[in-house]
C-alpha cells in the first residue's frame, strides 16, 4: 500500500438502543380488561402460547411487550407508521432460556436500510417490574 491508499474497516459498531419498563399489575389490569382484543394486536401466536402457558401470563407478557417497545425506540420510531407491534416477534430460545426477536419482512428492510444486520435483547422480570433493553448491531 502507498501513501495514497487507504483501506476501510466493514462498518460495524451500534446502530441503535432501547429500553423499556412495564409494570406487571399494569399488564394484569390490561388483559383482564381487553383480553384477546389486546393480544391478538400485540402479541403474535406462538408469543400468546408461550405466555398463556405460564402460572403468571401477565409477567411474561409485559416482557415480550417492553421488549418490543425496546426495538422499536432502538431503531429511533416508536411502534407506529415504520414499525408496528406484529412486526417483532419475541422468542426464547429452548436451551438456554435467552430471549431473541424475529422481524417481520417490513421490519428486516427497516433494519437493512440502517445497516442492522443484528438485533439483540435482553429481559428481566421482578415481582413487580419487567424490562428488557435492545441493541442494533451494524
Given at each position: 500500500?502507498?501513501?495514497?491508499?487507504?483501506?476501510?474497516?466493514?462498518?460495524?459498531?451500534?446502530?441503535?438502543?432501547?429500553?423499556?419498563?412495564?409494570?406487571?399489575a399494569?399488564?394484569?389490569?390490561?388483559?383482564?380488561?381487553?383480553?384477546?382484543?389486546?393480544?391478538?394486536?400485540?402479541?403474535?401466536?406462538?408469543?400468546?402460547?408461550?405466555?398463556?402457558?405460564k402460572?403468571?401470563?401477565?409477567?411474561?407478557?409485559?416482557?415480550?411487550?417492553?421488549?418490543?417497545?425496546?426495538?422499536?425506540?432502538?431503531?429511533?420510531?416508536?411502534?407506529?407508521?415504520?414499525?408496528?407491534?406484529?412486526?417483532?416477534e419475541?422468542?426464547?430460545?429452548?436451551?438456554?432460556g435467552?430471549?431473541?426477536?424475529?422481524?417481520?419482512?417490513?421490519?428486516?428492510?427497516?433494519?437493512?436500510?440502517?445497516?442492522v444486520?443484528?438485533?439483540?435483547?435482553?429481559?428481566?422480570?421482578?415481582?413487580?417490574?419487567?424490562?428488557?433493553?435492545?441493541?442494533?448491531?451494524?
Open positions: 500500500m502507498n501513501d495514497n491508499e487507504t483501506t476501510q474497516a466493514p462498518e460495524s459498531g451500534v446502530a441503535g438502543i432501547g429500553i423499556d419498563l412495564v409494570e406487571n399494569r399488564m394484569k389490569e390490561v388483559l383482564a380488561r381487553w383480553g384477546d382484543l389486546f393480544t391478538r394486536r400485540v402479541f403474535r401466536e406462538e408469543e400468546c402460547t408461550y405466555c398463556n402457558g402460572a403468571e401470563p401477565w409477567r411474561h407478557y409485559a416482557g415480550r411487550f417492553a421488549v418490543k417497545e425496546a426495538v422499536s425506540k432502538a431503531f429511533g420510531t416508536g411502534i407506529g407508521a415504520h414499525i408496528g407491534w406484529l412486526d417483532i419475541v422468542r426464547r430460545d429452548p436451551d438456554t435467552a430471549p431473541s426477536v424475529a422481524l417481520s419482512e417490513r421490519a428486516r428492510a427497516l433494519a437493512g436500510s440502517r445497516g444486520r443484528n438485533v439483540a435483547v435482553s429481559l428481566s422480570h421482578t415481582r413487580n417490574y419487567s424490562v428488557a433493553q435492545a441493541l442494533l448491531v451494524k
